[in-house]
């Protein structure tokens, strides 16, 4: 049986925050710890501008980090993704995808499954378990780069719907871009939705300055109801009309994602209605070849990878009504890095 007690995490709190957990305690101490955590140092040991009884009050009292990586991956084309161990027993996943340029991509997980239920999505299938907080959001960051040095971007596209934790999710990215920590520009942040109305329309009116997602996958609605239950709550043009209002506020370019499933969303029709969704919105869409899960499908057909000259087809056909397009290589496969499989390792034990 585990003894330890449980501490609490320092890594999810801003300096003010800290100051006010650790009181009384002076704010340049709180700027310190602050400063020291977000170099990467996991133990209070390590913090040697502070007094050794500071640091070992601190030991007593506190963690640094929440949890510890329990596996690491690493694929072919450099994608690590690591797992996370929980303090309550729970993993989770987050991957690091360098691209062509050599730069280091962070995706992030916001909850332990997800209640959203997508029909060709692995973490979909675990359901839900709970919302993860800052400093378990914050730590995934913090240990990606112990492994593989700096880390200019976040995607929050692992496990989980970011805007049913936006609270947690805001103060990680709070201090993620903290000028006296890493000081991580909220532009190099791109948080992703499956298109929960209300959410948006929150992280418009007081959430952070990140740019925004969407998997939208097909705007055709009987197709996009069998395949992402949210838009059953939340319809279409509700989806549309609160990103023409966040667009309006934030005055940046929105990404529709396009998970392609072969043969389902790929067809003429799709490209219609994705153009007809994106009229009157500065968007891009970003097209995904769907990652194979094995025993996922809609009314008993299992779903299969869209072929090369499919997925070529369907670019084509969006190009000719004028839209931005760009397409996501399969980065991470090899470890089941890939987005939509992570998840895929955490049942086997
Ligand atoms: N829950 C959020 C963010 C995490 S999912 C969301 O849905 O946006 C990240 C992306 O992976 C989404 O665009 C999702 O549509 C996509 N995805 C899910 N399953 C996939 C799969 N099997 N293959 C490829 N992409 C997948
Ligand atoms: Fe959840 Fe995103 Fe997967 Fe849908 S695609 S089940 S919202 S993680």
Redesign the pocket.
Known sequence: MDATPFLPALSGLEPDELQRVLAPLEKFRAKQIFKWIARGVADFDRMTDLSAALRADLAARFRVRSGEVSETLESEDGTQKIQIRLRDGAKIEAVLLIDGEGRKTACLSTQVG?P?R?A???TGTLGFLRNLDSSEIVDQFLFLQDAAGPISNIVV??M???LLNLDELSKAIAVLSHPDGLGLSKRRFTV???GIVSGIRKLTASGPDVRLAV?L?TADRALREKLMPVTKSDPLPELKAALAEHQKVREKRITL?A?LLGGVNTRPEDAAALADFARGLDIVINL?P??P?DELGIEGKAFVEPSESEVQRFERMLEARKLAVTRRYKKGRGVAG????LGSTLTDD
């Open positions: 997800c959203m997508c060709f999505c692995k596209m692992g989980g719907e970011p992703s939705t499956s998997s996958t994602e998970v995904i769907w990652n899960v890939a987005c939509g499989q």
